[in-house]
């Protein structure tokens, strides 16, 4: 069985920053894609995704040069450093990972609090 674990959230003050950490366990298979999401109203947003080799990656527009993802693909495991945060920020912040053979899992997410 497939376990997606998210740790790191919690709460900070706006202009400080966390890192975000997401183990995949129960699978051999490498992801070929992880990404970080975070829930908005009535929908869950790509925040940032990163290809099987690093080489691939998207931020969406409200994070860039803000957050960055990287991941340790031996160790199943992706990450989201988060710098500079902001209220809007807040969320809760859920971890997704995508096999070639259709396969996708999601975390049940971390909480992340940016306070003024």
């Known amino acids: 069985q497939v376990h997606v674990v998210e740790s790191g959230g919690g709460l900070v003050r706006a202009g400080g920053s966390l890192t975000l950490s997401c183990v995949v366990f129960g699978i051999r298979e490498r992801s070929s894609t992880m990404g970080w999401y975070r829930q908005a109203p009535g929908k869950r947003e790509l925040i940032a995704s990163i290809g099987v080799r690093g080489d691939i990656i998207n931020y969406a527009d409200s994070v860039k040069g803000r957050f960055t993802i990287s991941r340790d693909s031996a160790k199943n495991t992706v990450y989201l450093q988060m710098s500079s945060l902001k209220p809007e920020d807040s969320s809760v912040y859920y971890c997704?990972?995508?096999?070639?053979?259709?396969?996708?899992?999601w975390g049940e997410g971390t909480v992340v609090t940016v306070s003024l």
């Open positions: 997704n990972t995508q096999y070639n053979a259709g396969m996708n899992y």
